[in-house]
């Protein structure tokens, strides 16, 4: 299943509200998750299950979608926002990420 | 605190091998699922390869299919993956990662820092 993110940058100002969508090859119900990954360090979850926040993630992300389409929403970006974005798709193995989208400052 | 510390990378020419670890410690290792998930330099995420809690159970992505052989020991807490007949485009990090529960989710919290593995002759 490919998953192909978009855009593939984008920039952005603090207070921003910033969204990122994710398109899959085929149906995938709900089974999506988003990670953000900051220059040399692991990536993070963020959400699974398309909308559900992993414990400790501010509430100014969110995810919604289902079936082929998925976006992320940082509702007012923060200056710990700008980082990698990448969508992964858990229907079926192989497991598959996106391109990723990278988040600069404006 | 959870945590999982990888090891084992470094440099090795085309047609080698080499084996990674993956220490865990801070949660019950033999109750979770557990991953190995690569990136090439300045690239995207791949997955490579998850094992089920008890080492009954592999997934393989094609590009490793045959090649790589995930696995783990329990009694150790630990996980690894060993790489045979390694080729330039595996150069990459190679993270090990855990599934976020112990329902085979697949959705990988937390991630250890990676391990480096350069592939060159």
């Known amino acids: 299943i490919q998953l192909t993110q978009s855009p593939s940058s984008l920039s952005a100002s603090v207070g921003d509200r910033v969204t990122i969508t994710c398109r899959a090859s085929?149906?995938?119900?709900?089974?999506l998750a988003w990670y953000q990954q900051k220059p040399g360090k692991a990536p993070k979850l963020l959400i699974y299950?398309?909308?559900t926040l992993q414990s400790g993630v501010p509430s100014r992300f969110s995810g919604s979608g289902s079936g082929t389409d998925f976006t992320l929403t940082i509702s007012s970006l923060q200056p710990e926002d700008f980082a990698t974005y990448y969508c992964?798709?858990?229907?079926?193995?192989?497991?598959?990420f996106g391109g990723g989208t990278k988040v600069e400052i404006k | 605190q959870v945590q999982l510390v990888e090891s084992g990378g470094g440099v090795i020419q085309p047609g080698g091998s080499l084996r990674l670890s993956c220490a865990a410690s801070?949660?019950?290792?033999?109750?979770?699922?557990m991953d190995w998930v690569r990136q090439a330099p300045g690239k995207g995420l791949e997955w490579v390869a998850v094992?089920?809690?008890?080492?009954?159970?592999?997934y393989y992505a094609d590009s490793v299919k045959g090649r790589f052989t995930i696995s783990r020991d329990n009694s150790k807490n630990t996980l690894y993956l060993q790489m045979n007949s390694l080729r330039t485009e595996d150069t990459a990090i190679y993270y090990c990662?855990?599934?976020?529960?112990?329902?085979?989710?697949?959705?990988?919290?937390?991630w250890g820092q990676g391990t480096l593995v350069t592939v060159s002759s």
């Open positions: 990662a855990r599934d976020r529960d112990n329902s085979w989710s697949n959705w990988f919290d937390p």
């Open positions: 801070g949660f019950t290792f033999r109750s979770y699922p």
């Open positions: 094992v089920s809690y008890d080492g009954s159970n592999v």
């Open positions: 085929q149906g995938i119900s709900s089974y």
């Open positions: 299950a398309a909308s």
């Open positions: 992964q798709q858990v229907n079926s193995y192989p497991l598959t």
